[in-house]
């Protein structure tokens, strides 16, 4: 069974700094889907970034990319200059071919002006 | 502890039949959360409940939805009458709020086919 594990329930990071937020997933599966997630306090999930497993080029969206790293079964995300705006749950989800999803129990982020 | 538990964990319905689906959230947590998963929209929040008591809706796509917390031990969704547009895989997730702490704990989700 796909397991998927944060390890950091609750981080910090001041306005405009790099936070990077982890994690760790295990399956035995080759091909497959990585999610992060947003909720904010609004309780709305919002997705941030895809990464499909075949792709070797680490997914970006403006201030969010993704570190992944197939062989370790890694995917951490990093969000650059970081804004209030991005004080919120952050979700890491993966899914397989069968569209069988496991989340990981979330990483609460604030964001310090 | 046995996690979020979700019944059933599939289910095949045709169009126009009622569909219920149950979640018994982790024992102690006070929030109980129901999502709808499909590729096309990703992760949508529908409902989400605090002390049994339902604090937002607005998720909840239409009338044939409805949602109900009876006890801090079940939760039901309820889909009448089901259509193909409502297959997807719904997922029920619980917490409790400690502190700033609020981690969400996902059940295996149920997944639903409108036929």
């Known amino acids: 069974a796909q397991t998927v594990t944060q390890s950091q329930p609750e981080m910090s990071v001041q306005e405009a700094e790099t936070v990077t937020l982890s994690c760790t997933y295990d399956t035995s599966e080759s091909n497959y889907y990585l999610f992060w997630y947003k909720q904010p306090?609004?309780?709305?999930?919002?997705?941030?970034?895809?990464?499909?497993?075949?792709?070797?080029?680490?997914?970006?969206?403006?201030?969010?990319?993704?570190?992944?790293?197939?062989?370790?079964?890694?995917?951490?995300?990093?969000?650059?200059?970081?804004?209030?705006?991005?004080?919120?749950?952050?979700?890491?989800?993966?899914?397989?071919?069968?569209?069988?999803?496991?989340?990981?129990?979330?990483?609460?982020?604030?964001?310090?002006? | 502890d046995a996690g979020v538990i979700q019944s059933p964990r599939h289910e095949v319905t045709e169009m126009g039949q009622e569909v219920t689906l149950r979640c018994k959230p982790i024992s102690g947590h006070d929030y109980l959360f129901w999502y709808r998963q499909t590729m096309m929209r990703g992760l949508e929040l529908l409902i989400y409940f605090n002390n049994n008591v339902p604090i937002d809706d607005s998720g909840m796509p239409e009338d044939r939805f409805s949602a109900k917390m009876p006890n801090a031990s079940f939760s039901t969704l309820k889909i009448q009458p089901s259509e193909p547009r409502d297959s997807a895989v719904y997922f029920c997730a619980s917490s409790f709020l400690q502190g700033l702490a609020d981690t969400q704990y996902f059940g295996p989700g149920t997944r639903l086919t409108v036929l």
């Open chain 1, 41 to 113: 306090p609004s309780r709305q999930m919002i997705l941030v970034i895809r990464q499909e497993a075949y792709k070797q080029q680490n997914a970006t969206e403006n201030r969010f990319s993704v570190n992944f790293q197939k062989a370790a079964k890694s995917f951490s995300l990093k969000i650059s200059d970081s804004q209030l705006g991005d004080t919120a749950m952050y979700f890491c989800a993966f899914m397989n071919n069968n569209n069988d999803m496991r989340f990981g129990a979330g990483t609460r982020l604030t964001v310090k002006p």
